[in-house]
Nanobody, 115 residues
Framework: VQLAESGGGLVQPGGSLRLSCAASGFTFSWYDMSWYRQAPGKEREPVAGISNYGETTNYADSVKGRFTISRDNAKNTVYLQMNTLKPEDTAVYYC?????????WGQGTQVTVSS
């Protein structure tokens, strides 16, 4: 199982970014996917999750109404559209899945929200 995040960067407050996570090594459409983030000095926290066919999504209260998780099973990719970004969204963002009892993480992508 491999997960590879991309799309992070530096953005001003109020701006937008779209993160991608390309998955391989497993049958992508069988498994739920999630995004987590970890800010400096803080524990890793869940941001959003999506069911295997995308029919169900869930979000942390701190990002509801601003972030949207989606997936394209034909491309084995999960996305996180982040709008109205705030400085407190600054973190390393990780893609996550659980396959056959094991939890897998990508290498993370840095998102910095600053003027």
């Amino acid at each position: 199982v491999q997960l590879a995040e991309s799309g992070g960067g530096l953005v001003q407050p109020g701006g937008s970014l779209r993160l991608s996570c390309a998955a391989s090594g497993f049958t992508f459409s069988w498994y739920d996917m999630s995004w987590y983030r970890q800010a400096p000095g803080k524990e890793r926290e869940p941001v959003a999750g999506i069911s295997n066919y995308g029919e169900t999504t869930n979000y942390a209260d701190s990002v509801k109404g601003r972030f949207t998780i989606s997936r394209d099973n034909a491309k084995n990719t999960v996305y996180l559209q982040m709008n109205t970004l705030k400085p407190e969204d600054t973190a390393v963002y990780y893609c996550n899945t659980r396959v056959r009892g094991y939890t897998y993480w990508g290498q993370g992508t840095q998102v910095t929200v600053s003027s």
